[in-house]
């Protein structure tokens, strides 16, 4: 009974910069991985950035350089901090914890939109 949030989202002018936050707490949980997932109008919800229970990350090609990822273990939260940000990131971001069971819980997302 895993409860997943997300919050940070906003609007913000292009250029501008925004942290995106996740926590998993309610139960006893031990992730494997966490990361982000965005979705925007019209389109298929696609990976934004995950890292895993040892550190590695990945990043989708539209945001490296300009995204990153962190992930406090000890309190099952990840953040995600979005510099350089363009129209094109407007979405709604969501979180995914993968569990040790290979269970992929996500959060009720989190709306980002940035204006030009």
């Known amino acids: 009974q895993v409860q997943v949030e997300e919050s940070g989202g906003g609007l913000v002018q292009a250029g501008g910069s925004l942290t995106l936050s996740c926590t998993a707490s309610?139960?006893?949980?031990?992730?494997?991985?966490m990361g982000w997932y965005r979705q925007a109008p019209g389109k298929q919800r696609e990976l934004v950035s995950t890292?895993?229970?040892?550190?590695?990350?990945n990043y989708a090609d539209s945001v490296k350089g300009r995204f990153t990822i962190t992930r406090a273990n000890a309190m099952n939260t990840v953040y995600l901090q979005m510099n350089s940000l363009r129209p094109d990131d407007t979405a709604v971001y969501y979180c995914?914890?993968?569990?040790?069971?290979?269970?992929?819980?996500w959060g009720q997302g989190t709306q980002v939109t940035v204006s030009s």
């Open positions: 995914n914890v993968r569990t040790q069971w290979n269970e992929d819980l």
């Open positions: 309610g139960s006893i949980v031990t992730p494997v991985a």
């Open positions: 890292v895993n229970r040892g550190g590695g990350v």
